[in-house]
């Protein structure tokens, strides 16, 4: 209702001719040249490549010279066992993601919450957001580090201390590799991803637990019966917007984890329209990769923002 | 932790908003430790690094250091320096984030502040146009041709040109527009006589700062740390950027060595002390500006969370 409102009055504003409007705003249209010119340049101008998925594209012929195949290249992607198989770690692997990285910062908040010392509170965020600004080249190099099965800290500690007696292969045999490659991850992300729920806790009426405390409610009834409800917005909310990029991957997370015995977990879609794009020269094929996990990623964001707006949240677009 | 008394002798609420029963509970401890538990993971294997980079080489082979170095000298570092092309990386590394992070948030803010006028005409289309890219992307092959055909391959300003306009960046900063300036401010300087240009450059951009700070450090940090349009678009050594390089040390030692089984035979201590001290020089600058910084990513995830 607001917002059909706001469009009414806004569209009242910009009731005048176009000629009154460049007269009048004609230096904001000036600067809105320079973004517009580098996202037709790098944005736009990409857009007519994607036509190279019903070619069989060479690089040497070019898109004049390479030959219309109509939906072979997709017929042929769908039937590629490399294919399936990054699909799957894509969506398994996303999914774990979620499962094991989504209620940590929820988890992490509200104990961040419950701390009694500002300053231990203030010091410990501090070093928890760390992660998140190391890049993924640098936490791989310290995990390498830390889980090397001969000469790792951690299989050094463990086979100092009698506990085991060969290395565990933490990050070269492919279960182990699933484990830490999930637990890096959620390390890397919590503290980062436990601001925003912070803000909505701070954004919860105070009065709401002073008076639950003149109740005789405990901490626990209090986190319960106050806290989780106040942010359940935000969890929702983000829980959605977590969904509907289950297609997506960050290749450079997945690169720096890979080795030559992980590939049958490690090979996703990211790496499959790397490697198969500039790595094997196969352009169409992984062209048609690419925009299928694009396509099926902006339906994904569209179904998500109307289920949000569904529940009553805000939606994401 | 005693102000803010109120109600009831047994509860107070601290002024950031968190609520605790006077007395220490076990709960409490089993936070406390919890907690420090998870730092001492962000912490230690850092330390431990550090520690080795500074190490005598017998001492690292022998599996000895752990958090204190042993027989201290800086001699990694002094190859390194020695050496040069790490240095020479760094410069140039800071040199491209530099460019990226000004002409980032010149583009970012030459969409935003436009778009957040409601009587732009067209303003619909123009942030749709604008806001697509960010839901649909081309993906890599198409946007690799393009920059091929734009002569960008193995060129710095592949670097720089294809990421500065950001839209997440861009309506972080149209939300700021909109919700922190009064229209008051800006229609008075309007009967005045002011044109857009100087609303903009006189009244707009002095009360952002705290979101060009917070904005430019997102475009910093995020150029700082990505490294795979170095693997996509650069060849030569000299224009790739220094998580590209150590990315390229640290993992061919790595494959090498997890390719061999017997891992401690192919190694000796001199790469494993150099790799060391070269992830270290490359983590110690972040880490030393990471506290000062801090505050504006968080303003900046704060402003994100509540789109317009």
Redesign the interface.
């Known amino acids: 209702m607001s917002s059909w409102k706001k469009k009414k009055t806004s569209s009242a504003i910009q009731d005048i001719t176009w000629k009154a409007a460049f007269k009048r705003d004609w230096q904001l249209y000036l600067l809105l040249l320079f973004p517009l010119v580098m996202v037709v340049i790098f944005s736009y101008a990409a857009y007519p490549g994607l036509r190279m998925v019903f070619m069989n594209y060479k690089p040497a012929r070019g898109f004049d010279g390479s030959k219309w195949v109509g939906m072979k290249i997709f017929i042929k992607v769908f039937k590629d066992a490399d294919f399936l198989r990054a699909l799957r770690n894509s969506i398994v692997f996303n999914l774990l993601d979620l499962a094991v990285g989504f209620p940590m910062p929820i988890i992490l908040a509200l104990i961040l919450n419950e701390l009694r010392f500002p300053r231990f509170k203030k010091v410990t965020q501090t070093i928890l957001y760390l992660p998140h600004f190391l890049s993924w080249v640098i936490i791989g190099s310290v995990a390498y580090t830390m889980f090397r099965p001969s000469s790792g800290l951690v299989n050094n500690l463990l086979t100092g201390a009698g506990i085991i007696a060969d290395g565990i292969p933490f990050l070269t045999e492919k279960w182990h590799w699933a484990v830490t490659y999930l637990l890096i991850g959620v390390w890397q992300s919590m503290g980062w991803g436990s601001i925003i729920y912070l803000a909505a806790i701070t954004g919860i009426n105070g009065e709401l637990y002073e008076a639950a405390m003149i109740d005789g409610a405990n901490r626990w009834q209090r986190m319960k019966n106050i806290t989780l409800p106040g942010i359940k917005g935000t969890v929702v909310t983000l829980l959605i917007m977590n969904l509907g990029r289950i297609m997506g991957s960050n290749f450079e997370r997945l690169d720096v984890f890979g080795n030559t015995q992980v590939k049958e977990f490690q090979y996703q879609l990211a790496i499959y329209i790397y490697e198969k794009g500039l790595g094997n020269g196969a352009f169409s094929q992984s062209a048609a990769v690419g925009l299928f996990q694009s396509l099926v990623g902006l339906a994904l964001v569209i179904l998500a923002d109307r289920v949000a707006k569904m529940l009553g949240e805000d939606g994401l677009i | ?1 005693a102000k803010n008394r ?3 002798a ?2 107070e ?2 002024s ?6 006077n007395k ?2 076990v ?2 401890a089993v ?2 430790v ?3 538990i ?2 001492l ?3 230690l ?2 330390l ?2 550090a520690s ?1 980079s500074i190490s005598d080489n017998n001492a690292v082979l022998a ?1 000895k250091v ?1 958090l204190f170095p042993i027989g201290i000298n800086f001699d990694a570092y002094t190859s390194i320096f020695r050496d040069g092309s790490l240095v020479y990386s760094m410069v140039y590394s800071v040199l491209v984030t530099l460019l990226f992070t000004i002409l980032g948030m ?6 935003a ?3 957040s ?7 619909s289309v ?1 942030t749709f ?2 806001m ?2 960010m ?12 920059l091929k055909d ?1 002569h960008l391959l193995d060129n710095m300003w592949v670097l720089i ?2 990421l ?2 950001s839209p997440y960046n ?1 309506l972080i900063m149209k939300t700021y527009f909109q919700s922190s300036i009064p229209d008051s401010l800006e229609e008075s300087a309007f009967l005045d006589g002011a ?3 100087q609303v ?1 450059w006189q009244i707009v951009m002095p009360l952002s700062k705290p979101i060009i700070a917070t904005l430019s450090l997102f475009y910093a ?1 995020g150029r ?5 349009d170095n ?2 678009y650069i060849n030569s050594d000299s224009l790739k950027m220094i ?2 390089k ?2 390229q040390m ?2 061919s030692a ?2 090498a ?3 061999s089984l017997s ?2 035979a192919a ?1 000796t201590s001199t790469p ?1 002390v150099l ?2 001290a070269a ?1 270290m020089f ?2 110690i600058p ?2 030393c500006i ?2 000062f910084l ?1 505050k504006y ?2 303003k900046g ?2 402003i994100g ?1 509540v ?1 317009g």
């Open positions: 932790m109120k109600g009831s047994s509860a609420v601290a950031d908003g968190s609520r605790a029963i220490f509970h709960s409490d936070m406390v919890f907690i420090s998870l730092c993971t962000c912490i294997p850092f431990h690094l080795k599996k752990y010149l583009v970012c803010t030459c969409a502040y436009p778009l006028k409601k009587r732009l005409k067209g303003r123009l146009l604008l697509f890219p839901y649909f992307s081309a993906g890599l092959i198409p946007t690799y041709l393009v734009l040109l294809p500065i306009y861009m044109s857009n240009f903009l940090v700082w740390n990505a490294y795979a693997k996509y998580q590209y150590l990315y640290v993992a790595t494959e060595q997890t390719a891992e401690a190694v494993e790799q060391a992830i490359v983590t972040i880490i990471y506290p801090q990513f968080v995830v704060m969370a789109k």
